[in-house]
């Protein structure tokens, strides 16, 4: 499938990525992005630099909130939205409000525009919104009990999806990431932060005692999810997005030593509320509704990540 796509959160992490992914692939793209300064807007005009040229992309800066979407929405054959409040640990008190303008607010009002449009809705949710849970792994059918205002929210917006899909027959598909990374990747997340320190000679800081596991999901695995997504002729499903990588973060620290030749000093901290012990995606449903398979391991992912670090800082 190829057509015109709306990409929200077009400037970040995995949006940048998807934008060029889409274009590579014949689409036509317009993304949206408002460059909150979560973290440096700059590096956001970077990532989306490489597409400036490109007769099959355009940018428009602007808030969800506040733009006109109706117009944006003309033409497009799939909406992916990426654009959200990231960060478990900041979503906290005052900065609450924030992750509900921008991951509650802003999904209802790309609802509402797009809800008697036809337009097929990829949504990208997080392994956040099963919570702490022991059951592993984690399937889509398990009850969610998000441990933090940020899961919370982006249960909330799924929530929201299927509203629009009941009442107004949106179709849309929800993709739940398991702790996506690669180049590119926020400089507030672990393994950018681990990266930086091995390599400049910094400290290493860990929240609670390094033995808890994530499933990571390099950042390309995850822009194929989003692209099986778009082809996918049902009216509504939500489907696990994991690298097939559980390790712990210790696992990782070693990876990194071997990898850049550094051997920073590791601090270990209190446990940051809101952080879970595990993840770890059972994405057998993804595999056999979407034929999603990840393809890159940590370590490979990882190296392309450092070599990416290198190259940008």
């Not at 979560?38 to 428009?60: C, E, N, T, W």
């Not at 800081?205 to 994530?214: A, H, M, N, P, S």
């Amino acid at each position: 499938m190829s057509g015109k796509a709306l990409v929200t959160g077009a400037a970040g992490f995995i949006g940048s990525h998807l934008c060029e992914r889409l274009v590579s692939d014949g689409w036509s793209v317009t993304g949206i992005d408002s460059f909150t300064d979560y973290y440096d807007p700059q590096r956001k005009r970077m990532h989306i630099s490489g597409l400036a040229g490109s007769k099959s992309f355009s940018l428009v800066e602007e808030d969800l909130n506040s733009c006109d979407l109706a117009a944006h929405l003309e033409g497009v054959s799939c909406v992916f939205h990426l654009a959200a409040q990231a960060g478990v640990r900041r979503s906290w008190g005052a900065e609450f409000s924030h992750y509900i303008d921008s991951n509650i607010l802003a999904t209802q009002k790309l609802l509402e525009a797009m809800k008697d449009t036809g337009i097929p809705l990829v949504y990208s949710s997080s392994s956040s919104v099963y919570g702490d849970t022991r059951d592993l792994p984690m399937r889509e059918d398990h009850v969610t009990s998000p441990v933090s205002p940020y899961g919370a929210t982006k249960l909330s917006a799924e929530h929201l999806c299927e509203l629009y899909r009941v009442n107004f027959g949106q179709r849309y598909v929800a993709l739940r990431y398991f702790t996506v990374y690669g180049p590119r990747q926020r400089p507030d997340m672990a393994f950018s932060r681990f990266i930086k320190a091995a390599l400049g000679g910094g400290e290493i800081e860990v929240y609670g005692d390094g033995k808890q596991t994530r499933d990571f999901t390099f950042v390309f695995d995850a822009l194929e999810a989003n692209v099986l997504a778009s082809r996918y002729e049902g009216d509504w499903n939500i489907f696990n997005v994991g690298g097939g990588s559980r390790s712990s973060v210790l696992d990782v620290i070693e990876i990194i030593r071997r990898e850049t030749g550094g051997d920073p000093p590791v601090r270990f901290m209190e446990k940051a509320r809101g952080d879970v012990l595990d993840t770890w995606a059972d994405t057998t449903k993804a595999a056999g509704e979407l034929g999603f398979s990840p393809t890159t391991g940590l370590e490979e992912g990882l190296r392309r990540e450092i070599e990416w670090y290198r190259d940008h800082s």
